[in-house]
Nanobody, 129 residues
């Protein structure tokens, strides 16, 4: 079975940087849409960044210019590099994959959590002032 497992969550200071990773069993990058989401208690899961099979990326306005999504196809790892972290970035971060049964084009790499059918267990990121 395909599995996703996040790691790298940590506590950092305001303005700091962190890179979190998602180990992906099986080579999903070729045919799956990949994405990072985050969630805080009582809030909806928020889409942050997406990676399509084309290599195309997209970002939510809240993280554009600060976060970078990337995938290492040789190691089957999805990354989210985060810079200039703010206390409002404190959340549990999840990686997700959307299987379409075909090549994932940019239009299918959405920010809607209901579109994704594979999820990791999450990793906690805490940013203190």
């Amino acid at each position: 079975a395909v599995q996703l497992m996040e790691s790298g969550g940590d506590s950092v200071q305001d303005g700091g940087s962190l890179r979190i990773a998602c180990e992906v069993s099986g080579n999903l990058f070729r045919r799956y849409c990949m994405a990072w989401f985050r969630q805080t208690p009582g809030q909806e899961r928020e889409g942050l960044a997406t990676l399509a099979s084309t290599g195309g990326t997209s970002y939510a306005d809240s993280v554009k210019g600060r976060f970078t999504i990337s995938g290492d196809k040789a190691k089957n790892i999805l990354y989210l590099a985060m810079n200039d972290l703010q206390p409002t970035d404190t959340a549990i971060y999840y990686c997700a994959a959307r299987g379409l049964g075909t090549y994932c084009t940019d239009d299918y790499a959405t920010f809607h959590p209901d579109d994704y059918n594979l999820w990791g267990q999450g990793t906690q990121v805490t940013v203190s002032a």
